[in-house]
């Protein structure tokens, strides 16, 4: 891992000013001696100095060679794509975040790239569907959101072994606790959106290579289709990573106490953190990465859609809202928002119950979270015992 002093000092200072805050170059092209004679730049789409220490910071964070900064997580995901051509198969995790998910099936599915999902945590499965024609294989660990992990170093010798690239979404461990190259990623994406930025205040996404001739590739891609990160929102995202660590650290601390809690709740059915040793993918959670995250799921004895929104709608300092990863505590309600339009049946099969809650555990003391959880149990309990009252009489 990149310790934090690595870190604060590969940014740099700006070589023109002595700006010790990286400069944000809002300009739309830079001035040439003559034709093809610049100072390294030459239209902003291209490149941008501020998005390029946003690139190589995260290229460097990540271990890799090559970082490529996009408008969205989405658009990250989108430029791995188009890697790809007509025939082409990719197998991926089948947890996989919504987003993913409508881009494969509804985007590129007519272009002829067609998509395998298969449970990861289990090596035969991956074994079992990879054909000749998958190019890609594609994983998110801990998945959204029962936090499912896989073996990033194992399937990555699958992949080599059978002349696929591996891509991993590192959004939900970040490169604080997690890095996929050195496990055997040829690439990483983020959605910078989440932990990177951290404060709940932009969308960007972020791709990494592990070759220069891969990050060439989507290289070309971000300048051919576009999708880049604007300088400003550059800057916000290196100043997020600026405290990424010590974020990440007192993120996973919250929530270990936050799981644990929930973990002895009488209205508490099953908790998903990879740092429980209840976990059934703690063993390898433990193995490849170094903490497990700020993100808990649980589900309530009671198994309604009606408890777990009357939960979601009783805590004030867990936000009811989509996203993670901020300074501020946020829940959401997977059934009714973020997999709202999955299939009952397929979403139940994931593990997403109708009363999984997800929290994404912030920076708040601990106590006063938990303090946050516990009237919020009362309370739907006072709302079911009031109701039960109604209908005797
Ligand atoms: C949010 C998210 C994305 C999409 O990122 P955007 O910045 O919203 O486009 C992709 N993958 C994961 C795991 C996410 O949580």
Not at 3 to 22: C, Q
Not at 70 to 98: C, Q, T
Not at 148 to 167: H, P, Q, R
Request: glycine content about 8%.
């Amino acid at each position: 891992m990149s310790n934090a002093t690595e870190l604060i000092h590969s940014i740099p200072v700006d070589p023109f000013t002595g700006s010790i805050s990286v400069p944000i170059y809002q300009t739309s092209t830079f001035v040439q001696e003559a034709p093809g004679v610049n100072k390294g730049y030459d239209y902003a789409r291209t490149g941008n100095p501020t998005r390029n220490v946003l690139e190589q910071l995260i290229a460097t964070l990540e271990k890799g060679t090559t970082g490529i900064a996009f408008g969205s997580g989405l658009a990250a995901i989108d430029a791995v794509i188009k890697l790809l051509e007509s025939g082409d198969e990719i197998l991926a995790v089948d947890d996989i975040y919504g987003g993913a998910f409508r881009l494969f099936t509804k985007v590129y599915q007519k272009f002829g790239i067609t998509v395998n999902y298969v449970d990861t945590t289990n090596l035969s499965n991956i074994v079992d569907a990879i054909t000749p024609k998958t190019k890609l294989i594609w994983l998110e660990t801990p998945t959204n959101p029962t936090l499912k992990i896989s073996d990033i170093e194992a399937i990555g010798k699958i992949a080599k072994a059978n002349n696929a690239l591996l891509c991993v979404d590192n959004t939900f461990a970040s490169p604080a606790l997690q890095l996929p190259i050195p496990l055997g990623a040829d690439i990483v994406v983020h959605s910078a959106t989440k932990y990177l930025g951290g404060h709940s205040d932009l969308i960007a996404g972020l791709v990494v290579t592990k070759t220069i001739e891969l990050g060439e590739k989507i290289k070309f891609i971000q300048n051919a289709s576009g999708a880049i990160l604007s300088p400003f929102d550059s800057w916000l995202v290196i100043r997020g990573i600026e405290t990424l660590h010590l974020r990440v650290k007192q993120h996973c601390v919250n929530a270990l106490v936050i799981a644990e809690y929930l973990e002895q709740h009488p209205d508490v059915e099953k908790v998903f953190y990879p740092g429980l040793k209840t976990h059934v993918n703690h063993d390898i959670a433990k193995k490849q990465s170094t903490g497990f995250g700020g993100i808990v799921s649980f589900t309530l004895k009671n198994d309604t859609i009606e408890a777990a929104t009357s939960f979601v709608t009783s805590t004030k300092y867990f936000k009811l809202a989509e996203s993670l990863g901020c300074i501020k505590s946020l829940l959401c309600h997977p059934a009714t928002m973020t997999h709202k339009s999955i299939p009952e049946v397929t979403r139940k099969s994931a593990g997403v119950a109708d009363s999984l809650i997800r929290l994404s555990v912030g920076l708040e003391e601990s106590d006063d979270l938990v303090k946050d959880l516990g009237q919020a149990f009362e309370r739907v309990q006072r709302l079911k015992s009031n109701k039960e009252f109604k209908c005797i009489n």
